[in-house]
């Protein structure tokens, strides 16, 4: 009996020590951070300019990419989103009354982790229940650090 009892303390010990590591906070350095920043942001960017050579619409706009805000020293894996623009003046375009090319503007959402999730056009990714991700740090389960590069 007596040993159970140190057994149940020692384990109820090494728990709790589990515990409160596991919700402690760990910062990467500053160049560890800007290292997952242009990795999540060159995916995203890939993914972008795939998505747009696939899309009839967006071919001879321009990718502007934004970068994942979420990326901190205690969250460099971000939300694993980015949203990006993709814009520009078509030669074919609609001519305002200055003679001007309007310009074409498509928000979307790029994965920055994923090639098989991608991009949506912005009103698409929101129907999505992913759409949550966006903007909250994800646990490394779902988006894992070091970000992986995804560009072929």
């Not at 310009?103 to 229940?129: G, H, M, N, Q, W």
């Amino acid at each position: 009996m007596f040993k159970r009892s140190i057994s149940l303390a020692i384990f109820a010990i090494f728990a709790s020590a589990a515990a409160l590591t596991a919700c402690e906070k760990k910062e990467v350095a500053f160049n560890t951070l800007e290292t997952a920043r242009s990795q999540a942001y060159e995916n995203a960017v890939w993914n972008a300019e795939v998505y747009r050579n696939n899309n009839p619409r967006m071919v001879g706009l321009k990718v502007i990419g934004h970068g994942d805000d979420t990326q901190s020293g205690d969250c460099p894996q971000g939300s694993g989103w980015a949203k990006i623009s993709i814009m520009g003046s078509k030669a074919d375009g609609v001519r305002m009354t200055d003679g001007t090319v309007q310009i074409e503007k498509y928000v979307v959402y790029c994965s920055t982790v994923s090639a098989a999730r991608s991009c949506f056009i912005e009103k698409d990714f929101l129907e999505k229940p992913f759409s949550k991700e966006y903007g909250h740090c994800a646990s490394l389960n779902e988006v894992p650090f070091p970000i992986p590069k995804i560009a072929k």
